[in-house]
T-cell receptor
Framework: GNSVTQMEGPVTLSEEAFLTINCTYT??????LFWYVQYPGEGLQLLLK?????DKGSNKGFEATYRKETTSFHLEKGSVQVSDSAVYFC??????????FGQGTRLTINP | GAGVSQSPSNKVTEKGKDVELRCDPI?????LYWYRQSLGQGLEFLIY????????KSGLPSDRFSAERTGGSVSTLTIQRTQQEDSAVYLC??????????????FGPGTRLTVL
């Protein structure tokens, strides 16, 4: 079946630190991969996506590369800010159209 | 244009009562989804509507849950005889429905349901 495993949180970093949130998946076929972000008190927002192997999604300084050989889609940012504090969800979108989410990783950035 | 809207934003009800949650998708989006976000279960798929096709109800947890989509637009999720374990944030999403697997789903702010 389809599943997503995310790095467990919470993750706490200092401002300007390097961020990696690991995400691996199990899927049949060739799903699209997404990172969604949920800021405090707000709804889920798409952060970035990649629709095929070796694609790199990027937005707001965040990047993730679709690695078929390692079934991974790790989220990275070179220098985090306090405003990046949120919960991050990795998700895969197989052809069945339902999003399958990871458990979420809570990120806190301290000034 | 406007995003996905949901109402009410918060709902507190007593165990055993019925509740209705409403979702207004983005205009022109043919696909509509309901998910549930709860502490113990994370984000779970509930039901999916695509145009005039029969909905995919495979994620509904019990027959107390049902959903309708009228006129291909607004959707209502109904929970009958609510239980405390139904307490969660119910999220609605819509997408253009133009491509399998590549569509981006746009989420509403959610309805926080609390069953006392």
């Amino acid at each position: 079946g389809n599943s997503v495993t995310q790095m467990e949180g919470p993750v706490t970093l200092s401002e300007e630190a390097f961020l990696t949130i690991n995400c691996t998946y199990t899927a049949t076929g060739y799903p699209s991969l997404f990172w969604y972000v949920q800021y405090p008190g707000e709804g889920l927002q798409l952060l970035l996506k990649a629709t095929k192997a070796d694609d790199k999604g990027s937005n707001k300084g965040f990047e993730a590369t679709y690695r078929k050989e390692t079934t991974s889609f790790h989220l990275e940012k070179g220098s985090v800010q306090v405003s990046d504090s949120a919960v991050y969800f990795c998700a895969l979108h197989p052809s069945t159209q339902k999003l399958v989410f990871g458990q979420g990783t809570r990120l806190t950035i301290n000034p | 244009g406007a995003g996905v809207s949901q109402s009410p934003s918060n709902k507190v009800t007593e165990k055993g009562k019925d509740v209705e949650l409403r979702c207004d998708p983005i205009s022109g989006h043919t696909a509509l989804y309901w998910y549930r976000q709860s502490l113990g279960q994370g984000l779970e798929f509930l039901i999916y509507f695509q145009g005039n096709s029969a909905p995919d109800k495979s994620g509904l947890p019990s027959d107390r849950f049902s959903a309708e989509r009228t006129g291909g637009s607004v959707s209502t999720l109904t929970i009958q005889r609510t239980q405390q374990e139904d307490s969660a944030v119910y999220l609605c999403a819509s997408s253009p429905g133009q491509g399998l697997g590549t569509d981006t789903q746009y989420f509403g702010p959610g309805t926080r349901l609390t069953v006392l």
